[in-house]
């Protein structure tokens, strides 16, 4: 099989790797389509020495973003068939710890491995993968926008969630890029009312053509003053921090309503100073922290899906073959860009 793996420094290289068999409880899933996700473009940047191998110090395939069908089960495998159509979500826990037996398993308590992540990840012809974090797609649901589900829209859907988002609440989402736009998809099927704040007139443009109420370009006015003018002064119920930097995370405390729920939700290394007495203590603001999806979220983000038929198709704006990764990881990382494709496979 083909794997496309990172050699450092904007480096990438598709390579031959031997062709995967499922062991017990395992399942071959031939992929079919993988997205290009932004911390994708975090590993792709690294230098050599950072780049990730597995724990033999052989190349890692990259990806964790993936849509394709079954090809194979290993022994013991049950309610899953050969030729049947899914996403795998892309988290692995121990599967038998307190949080993982919730469905938890972002939360595992012996640690987490993943896609792309001490295991080989999907982009690539063919991954094996525990059939536990498998799940087979409604026939109403294309490939494409399954693989939106699997990192972008359930990262959205974890922060809707556990942000305990209703349909009276207002909702600013700080930064519309790929997660960004997905929690606003989600949040506009409950009938939110919402404000986008971002510095890409793009990503603000498409964001008000997916029925964003109020855009805030970041460039040529204060955010937070933008938003607490936008909802009468008393700021957000509910605020969603989609990028990661020091800054936007502080502006999305400034932005909450007293009592107000903040998820953040993008990645990021910088440290944040800020007053708990203010922030915690006087506003009584939820502070919550959103590491990808839980399994316990993706039955109800896939039947959400389906029942509303969200657009998450919309977010992609380019399609790529994986001989093409080189262009296709230059489009991503030039932030022009909403989400990158690529079109591994169209049938079993």
């Known amino acids: 099989m083909q794997g496309l793996v990172f050699l450092g420094d904007r480096q990438l290289r598709l390579e031959a790797f031997p ?83 919730q469905g938890y398993n972002t939360a595992c308590e012996q640690g987490v491995s993943g896609l792309g992540w001490k ?35 359930g990262t959205a859907y974890t922060a809707l969630r556990e942000a305990d988002l209703g349909g009276e609440d207002r909702l600013a989402i700080v930064g519309l890029g790929p997660v960004g736009q997905c929690l606003l998809i989600l949040a506009k099927s409950l009938g939110v009312r919402t404000v986008g704040i971002d510095v890409v007139s793009r990503r603000l443009e498409q964001a008000l ?61 910088e440290p944040l100073t800020l007053s708990a007495d203010r922030f915690f203590i006087g506003g009584q603001i939820r502070l ?26 919309r977010l992609i704006t380019h399609r790529f073959a994986l001989e093409q990764a080189e262009e296709a990881f230059a489009v991503m990382e030039s932030g022009q860009s909403g989400k990158v494709l690529f079109e591994v496979a169209e049938a079993l």
């Open 19 to 101: 062709d995967p068999q499922p062991g017990p409880g395992e399942v071959l899933i031939k992929i079919a389509r993988a997205a290009v996700c932004g911390t994708d473009i975090h590993k792709y940047r690294a230098p050599a020495e950072y780049v990730e191998r597995l724990a033999d110090g052989s190349p890692l395939i990259v990806g964790h973003e993936p849509a394709g069908w079954v090809a194979a089960l290993g022994e013991g495998v049950t309610g899953l068939k050969v030729g049947s159509r899914v996403l795998l979500a892309g988290v692995l826990g121990c599967g038998r710890c307190a949080w993982c037996r």
């Open 119 to 153: 295991r080989h990840g999907c982009d690539a012809t063919a991954i094996v993968w525990p059939a536990g974090n498998v799940f087979v797609l409604p026939e109403a649901m294309s490939l494409e926008t399954a693989t939106l589900l699997t990192c972008a829209g």
């Open 209 to 269: 053509s997916l029925g964003l109420d109020c855009a805030v370009d970041a460039t040529g006015e204060d955010p937070v003053a933008a938003v607490r003018r936008w909802s009468g002064g008393r700021g957000c119920e509910v605020v969603a921090e989609c990028v990661g930097l020091a800054q936007t995370r502080h502006q999305a405390l400034e932005m909450a309503a007293t009592r107000g729920r903040v998820a953040f939700a993008g990645l990021g290394s």
């Open 288 to 313: 919550i922290g959103i590491a990808a999806t839980p399994l316990r979220y993706f039955p109800a983000l896939i039947q959400r899906t389906v029942e509303y038929n969200l657009p998450f198709e």
